[in-house]
T-cell receptor
């Protein structure tokens, strides 16, 4: 079945540690996105990528980094510079850009601080 | 600035009654609007979208939404609620600022359907 796989489902970070969240899709989608979800705030865009080897900052990129070396993969690194990383992180993809197809979401990674 | 507002944090409805989850938007130009549903500890699932055409859009699981340009609203509706409809619902509008499919999300409305 086609879809988006996020791993791990739960992740714990120690002080000063970088952690990487995995996002893989087999939908052959060009565009991929990372969101952060906090209670009562909806989803906020961290980074997005419209094509391999290219990505742009979203609304809350500080303290995060991404790479897009392969079409199917868009990992997110939460760096030690992100002082409040506890949140639910969602990865999404869409067929392409500049069209009106919906985004498809993975089941998220919940990140907590030890 | 483009934005989406969901004025109700929570909507309570009895099973079998009609439900409405409200959404208003502010965009320049014609809006592209979406509704998603999220169950606990899961990702968002696409329900329906409005791009152009008929103001009443039908989607998954018996949901529909009515686009009202004069009121800048896109309310989600269902004629008869089920307990299994209890979830978090998000309205979103496409960011018209560039050639991307970036979405701007509302803060979500928790729908609670009582048996």
């Amino acid at each position: 079945d086609g879809g988006i796989t996020q791993s791990p489902k739960y992740l714990f970070r120690k002080e000063g540690q970088n952690v990487t969240l995995s996002c893989e899709q087999n939908l052959n989608h060009d565009a991929m996105y990372w969101y952060r979800q906090d209670p009562g705030q909806g989803l906020r865009l961290i980074y997005y990528s419209q094509i391999v080897n290219d990505f742009q900052k979203g609304d809350i990129a500080e303290g995060y980094s991404v790479s897009r070396e392969k079409k199917e993969s868009f990992p997110l690194t939460v760096t030690s510079a992100q002082k409040n990383p506890t949140a639910f992180y969602l990865c999404a993809s869409s067929i392409g850009t500049d069209n009106n197809q919906p985004q498809h979401f993975g089941d998220g990674t919940r990140l907590s601080i030890l | 600035a483009q934005s989406v507002a969901q004025p109700e944090d929570q909507v309570n409805v009895a099973e079998g009654n009609p439900l409405t989850v409200k959404c208003t938007y502010s965009v320049s130009g014609n809006p592209y609007l979406f509704w998603y549903v999220q169950y606990p500890n899961r990702g968002l699932q696409f329900l329906l979208k409005y791009i152009t055409g008929d103001n009443l859009v039908k989607g998954s699981y018996g949901f529909e939404a009515e686009f009202n340009k004069s009121q800048t609203s896109f309310h989600l509706k269902k004629p008869s609620a089920l307990v299994s409809d209890s979830a978090l619902y998000f309205c979103a509008v496409r960011d018209m600022g560039g050639a991307t499919n970036k979405l701007i999300f509302g803060t979500g409305t928790l729908l609670a359907v009582q048996p």
